[in-house]
C-alpha cells in the first residue's frame, strides 16, 4: 500500500501551482545578458532588444549582483565573459532555441501550414540549389518563411540553434532525426585566368602551381589526404576558412582549389585532371521534435528532395556536366541572367 494517496492535493501538485517565480525578478536581466553575450557589445545588445546602451548596462550590473558572481569583463576590445558568464549564456541560449520551438509549434496549431522555418546549410550549397528552388515551394506554401543561415557549427545541429541543417556525418543523439542525403563529389578546380597566367596544371607540373587551403579540408580523418598530397608539391598561396570566400579566391584566379563539382556550371570554371575526386556523404538532420510541426516536416521532405540522390549534382556517379535538370534550373538561370559573368563558386 502506498504511503500517500494520489488524489490528495496536499502531496500532488503541479508546478503551475506554485506561484512563486523561480527565476526571481530578472526575466528581463536574463533577456538582456543574453543579446550581450551574443553580440559582445552593449551597444549592439541595445539596438537587439530595441532599448538603451545605458539601460543595457545598468540591466546586467543588476543580474550580477542578484546572482552574486561576475558574468564578463569589459576590455578595450569588447566584452569577454567569465567561466560562470559562458556557463549562464550557453543554458540562456539553450532556453530560448526551446522557446521559439514551442511557440513556433503553437503558431503552427492555428494554420495547416504556417510558419517560419530556420536551417543551417552552407553559402555554396544555399546559393546554388536552396534559394534558386525556393520560388516553387512558396507557391505551394506561401505561409511558410525560410530562415536560412550560415552554420556556426558544421558538426552539430544545437549550436547552430536552428530547426535542421545540412550536415557531413549523421548525428546520433537524442532528440535528432537525420536522413541520408547525395553526395557532393570535390575536386581540383582552376579558372580560366589562372590557366592563362600559370598554365595548366597536371600531374607532372604541380610544382610550378600555387594552391588554396582551408582548414576544412585540414581534418585528421583520412578523407583529405589526397588532396594534403597534391597542395604538397606545389605551394599554398592563400589560406581561407569562409567558404563563399575560398570559392571567390578561386575565381579571382589566385590558385587551385578544391570545389564541389556543381561549380563547374561557371563558364570559366575547369576541372583539371589529377587523379583526384573526393566524394562526400550529405544529411539531412533536424530536431525530431520540431517534425512535429507540418511547416518543418513540409522543408524537412523538400530539402531532401532537392539534396537527395535524384539530383544528378548529388548522385553517387561522377559527371563532370550533367544535363539541366528541375533540381538546378534556378542557378542555371541565374548563370544566363548574369550574361555568362558568373556567380559564387563557393562550397
Given at each position: 500500500m502506498d504511503a500517500f494517496d494520489e488524489e490528495q492535493q496536499a502531496f500532488n501538485r503541479s508546478p503551475l501551482d506554485d506561484e512563486n517565480l523561480l527565476s526571481g525578478q530578472f526575466w528581463g536581466e536574463l533577456r538582456v545578458?543574453?543579446?550581450v553575450a551574443k553580440t559582445k557589445s552593449f551597444n549592439r545588445a541595445a539596438e537587439l532588444t530595441n532599448t538603451s546602451q545605458p539601460r543595457v548596462s545598468r540591466q546586467v550590473k543588476r543580474l550580477q549582483d542578484l546572482v552574486g558572481s561576475q558574468l564578463f569583463i569589459s576590455t578595450a576590445r569588447g566584452i569577454t565573459l567569465t567561466r560562470s558568464g559562458e556557463a549562464l549564456a550557453k543554458a540562456l541560449?539553450?532556453?530560448?532555441h526551446t522557446l521559439y520551438s514551442i511557440t513556433s509549434d503553437l503558431k503552427a496549431e492555428t494554420s495547416d501550414a504556417e510558419g517560419t522555418v530556420s536551417v543551417s546549410i552552407t553559402d555554396g550549397l544555399n546559393a546554388f540549389f536552396a534559394a534558386p528552388s525556393l520560388e516553387q515551394f512558396s507557391?505551394?506554401?506561401p505561409k511558410i518563411r525560410f530562415h536560412l543561415k550560415s552554420p556556426i557549427n558544421i558538426l552539430s545541429l544545437r549550436e547552430n540553434q536552428t530547426?535542421?541543417?545540412?550536415?557531413?556525418s549523421p548525428t546520433e543523439s537524442a532528440g535528432i532525426r537525420f536522413?541520408?542525403?547525395?553526395?557532393?563529389?570535390f575536386i581540383p578546380v582552376a579558372v580560366k585566368d589562372y590557366i592563362r597566367k600559370y598554365g595548366l596544371p597536371t600531374r607532372d607540373n604541380l610544382e610550378q602551381h600555387r594552391f588554396l587551403q582551408s582548414e576544412y579540408y585540414l581534418a585528421r580523418t583520412g578523407l583529405w589526404d589526397g588532396w594534403h598530397k597534391i597542395v604538397a608539391r606545389g605551394r599554398i598561396a592563400?589560406?581561407?576558412d569562409n567558404s563563399?570566400?575560398?570559392?571567390?579566391?578561386?575565381?579571382?584566379g589566385q590558385g587551385i582549389g578544391l570545389l564541389p563539382s556543381y561549380t563547374l556550371v561557371e563558364p570559366n570554371a575547369v576541372p583539371l585532371e589529377l587523379d583526384l575526386r573526393i566524394p562526400v556523404p550529405i544529411y539531412l538532420i533536424a530536431l525530431t521534435d520540431r517534425l512535429n510541426a507540418r511547416p518543418v516536416r513540409l522543408v524537412f521532405d523538400w530539402l531532401s528532395e532537392v539534396f537527395g540522390s535524384n539530383n544528378p549534382w548529388f548522385a553517387d556517379e561522377f559527371k563532370l556536366n550533367n544535363p539541366p535538370s528541375i533540381y538546378d534550373a534556378g542557378f542555371r538561370k541565374m548563370f544566363n541572367?548574369?550574361?555568362?559573368g558568373g556567380a559564387d563558386t563557393s562550397g
Open positions: 545578458f543574453l543579446a541560449s539553450r532556453l530560448d507557391i505551394q506554401y530547426d535542421m541543417m545540412i550536415g557531413y536522413r541520408k542525403l547525395g553526395q557532393l563529389h592563400h589560406y581561407c563563399f570566400a575560398y570559392g571567390m579566391l578561386v575565381k579571382a541572367l548574369a550574361g555568362n
